[in-house]
Structure formats: structure tokens, C-alpha cells
């Protein structure tokens, strides 16, 4: 360990939309008129989660542990990375101490399921309801996601030494 007691990540996260029913967002099936094009559930608050947890103790990006290359994880759920992530860091004497995650879409609208998704990615990391932000917002019809071509999700964490 570097002296510190704490550590900052960042993560960020695109798909574009495509057939479905569906979306998977921070581990919730989210109702859509639209899916997302993934090799995994293609879950863009999970992995925006996976990468600022991997970046903020330097292992890598979600890619490099989880490659597209990879068929174990076509078609995984994005819920068992960031739970194989939050193993990383905890073999590491790190936990998460609050995370906080922006969704960036015009539709499906996020509100309705925001608690639903903090209290699964809560129950997966093991840390309490409080400690985990879910909010949106849009990009005011500007750019894909106005054009509603995908979904983005970024996000930051703050690590604890345990």
C-alpha cells in the first residue's frame, strides 16, 4: 500500500441500443424498447462501477479482466465482474466506502428503478444502502444518447483501507 487510507476511481462506460426488451442497469432489468449491443448483459452502471474500483488500485480496466474475447463472459451477468472485482480489492485490504454513479440517457427513464439498483449494488459489495448513488440525467437531445442511439454510465468510488 502506497501510506494511504483511501483511494479514488473513476469509471465510464458506453452501449449502443439494439434488439431487445429490455435493459440491464446496476443489476436491475429495466423495461425498453431497446436492448444494448454487448458480449456480457452489457450492464453500463456495473461496469462503469468494475473500472473506477479496478482504477482506483491500478489493476487494469474491466477489458483486460473480463475480455470480450472471453466467451465465459458472453451474455454474463454484470452482477458476478463486479462482485469478482470487489473480491480484487478486498485480497487487496480495500473496500468500497461510497460510490456514485451517473446514468446518461434520454430514455429508459431511471428514477422509477434508482433504489432498486443501489440496493442490489449494495448487497453485492456488502456495504451499506447509504453508500451507494444511483442518478441520471440527459443529454438534452444532443448526441447519441438525445438521438437515443445508446446508454452511458459513469462513476466514482471512493476506497477504504479495511
Not at 91 to 119: F, S, Y
Request: proline share 3%.
Amino acid at each position: 500500500m502506497s501510506g494511504l487510507n483511501f483511494r479514488i476511481g473513476q469509471g465510464y462506460d458506453v452501449h449502443a441500443f439494439g434488439e431487445g426488451d429490455h435493459v440491464m442497469l446496476g443489476g436491475v432489468r429495466v423495461p425498453h424498447t431497446h436492448g444494448v449491443l454487448a458480449h456480457s448483459d452489457g450492464d453500463v452502471i456495473l461496469h462503469a462501477l468494475c473500472d473506477a474500483m479496478l482504477g482506483a488500485l491500478a489493476l487494469g480496466d474491466i477489458g483486460q479482466h473480463f475480455p470480450p474475447s472471453d466467451d465465459r463472459w458472453k451474455g454474463a451477468d454484470s452482477s458476478h465482474l463486479l462482485d469478482h472485482c470487489n473480491t480484487l480489492l478486498r485480497e487487496r485490504g480495500w473496500q468500497v466506502g461510497n460510490a456514485d454513479v451517473t446514468v446518461i440517457c434520454e430514455r429508459p427513464k431511471v428514477g422509477p428503478h434508482a433504489l432498486a439498483m443501489r440496493e442490489r449494488i449494495a448487497a453485492v459489495l456488502g456495504v451499506a444502502l447509504d453508500c451507494i448513488s444511483v442518478k441520471a440525467t440527459t443529454s438534452e437531445k444532443l448526441g447519441f444518447t438525445g438521438r437515443q442511439e445508446g446508454i452511458v454510465a459513469q462513476a466514482a468510488v471512493l476506497l477504504v483501507a479495511l
